[in-house]
């Protein structure tokens, strides 16, 4: 079995030391400890659109377009980037990448985001305090199918990463 640390050696966030841009939720953890995960707080966010960058369900791919917001939230932190519902097509190889963002709030206002390349990407990589919410993901299973079965190819428990291979 696997033991708890003792107390002393558990890393307990204070709500004390947050930037202006950032709220925290209080979790009960094991043995009573409470801790923080910190989220951008929405009212002192800058809100951006999305369509502003070219995103729009009638496009056939939305990959640049959003790639493009993506790019403009790690340039501007504490951005809270609004998605209009509807439906978005992904068709690129190339995936999307939200690299060093900081502060930012993905609002997806219940909008659907359709993949259709087997083995997209969409990384969030070297960030801090990014939140996405009422967005949802899928595939399109009639343009690529994908099986039922995916295979951890690497996982890293000091990164805490894993690679998904889907066949």
Partial sequence: GTSLPKSPDVLVESKENLSEN???DEISGASGIKFYIERPKEDCLKTVRASDFGLYPENEDNTEAFQAA???CRENPAVKLVID???YHFTAENGLDALGLRDVLIEGNGADFVFSVSGYKFFIR???SVE???LNVRWNWEKSPLASVVTVRNSDKKNHTLELVFR
Wanted: charged share 25%.
């Fill in 126 to 128: 070297n960030s801090d």
């Fill in 132 to 134: 996405i919410r009422n």
């Fill in 70 to 72: 993506l790019n403009y």
């Fill in 22 to 24: 950032r709220t925290a």
């Fill in 85 to 87: 519902k509807g439906v």
